[in-house]
């Protein structure tokens, strides 16, 4: 199984993913899962995951998170799940930045949060869900902080 970025993978996943990385790039065909996480790039790794999950993928999205929207959210918990909502777009829609496009549970945290909006993911990197949790907690404030600074 692949363990990459902080996330383990189940083996049919990993299958799925190793060979889109082969797709991708034919070297990647020579390496066992355990040695993905030192020899893929972390762009390359996401990039697989969005293509095989029908999702973008955005390296950079920190930059665009709504704090307003953090609030509503427990930061240990986006933290440990691996998402962070980014901004409504219009009346109906949040869109949610996450880093495992297979863990449903943000969508389901989210969905009793905001039931009136429809969710739609991306995929991103979990350095990029960090920043996020930490630009929407200075917009806010040092005060929201329950559980210390996400990694």
């Given at each position: 199984?692949?363990?990459f970025d902080g996330i383990?993978?189940?083996?049919h996943?990993s ?5 889109e ?11 066992n899962?355990d ?22 993928f955005?390296?950079?999205v920190?930059?665009f ?11 240990g918990?986006?933290?440990?799940w691996g998402?962070?909502p980014l901004?409504?777009?219009g ?18 945290y989210?969905a009793?949060?905001?039931?009136q909006?429809?969710?739609?993911k991306?995929v ?12 929407g ?9 329950h559980e210390?600074?996400?990694?």
């Open positions: 199984m692949i363990r383990l993978f189940n083996e996943n299958r799925r993913i190793m060979t990385l082969v797709r991708h790039d034919s070297a990647h065909a020579q390496l899962h040695q993905v996480a030192q020899r893929v790039s972390r762009y390359s790794f996401m990039a697989a995951l969005a293509k095989l999950s029908g999702l973008a955005f390296p950079r920190a930059e998170c709504e704090s307003g929207l953090h609030a509503s959210c427990d930061t918990v986006m933290t440990r998402f962070a901004y409504r777009d009346q109906d829609t949040l869109i949610v930045a996450i880093v495992n496009p297979w863990n449903e549970l943000p969508e389901t989210l009793a949060r905001f039931p909006l429809k969710i739609v991306i991103t990197l979990a350095s990029e869900i960090s920043r996020s949790i930490v630009s907690a200075v917009r806010r404030g040092a005060s929201v902080w210390g600074l996400p990694n």
